[in-house]
């Protein structure tokens, strides 16, 4: 191995008449003589279709093999289908719960979302025990909590899908 041939695998010293590609670049020169521009082109055709037998491309590559009836049935419904357990909770109780103490939060909690659940409930009974103690800039927070519920208004039926135990 010499500086020449330095990091690269499996090549003979080129000789003395060849230099690198990038000085010849630089210089514009030819960097190997022509004897050995053809037997380097010939090595990397080979080294090439050695890559392409080994590595397909995926095209060409061959899908893995579905086993079980739930793969079988994701990859008939498509990549965007995601198949959430059953749930044991009722849509009715959930929208009764939304209309009578949707402001509270109780159909998030209801449907196992605790955690937003309980951030509602907080926002609520917060802000409307600031404005009885007559900090009226809690209006703003009563008001955040009317939209929130009138939002869960259509999102109740995806967090019904999704409530199913895990």
Known sequence: MTARTFGRRGMADPGP????????????QDPAPPRERDEIGARRDA?????????????QQQPTPVTSAEEIRAVL??????V???????LNVAYALWFVLGLAGAHRLYLRRPLSGGLQ????????G????QY???FAGLA???????????????????????
């Open 17 to 28: 008449g060849a230099i690198s590609t990038r000085r010849a670049a630089l210089l514009g």
């Open 47 to 59: 080294f090439l279709a050695a890559e392409r037998a080994r590595n397909p491309s995926p095209v």
């Open 77 to 82: 419904a498509g990549p965007a289908a995601i």
């Open 84 to 90: 959430y357990p059953p749930t044991d909770r009722s």
């Open 121 to 128: 409930a907080a926002v609520f009974f917060g802000c409307w």
């Open 130 to 133: 600031a404005t009885l103690a």
């Open 136 to 138: 009226y800039w809690a």
């Open 144 to 166: 955040v909590s009317c939209v929130w519920m009138m939002v869960d208004g259509f999102l109740i039926k995806t967090m019904h899908e999704r409530s199913g135990r895990q």
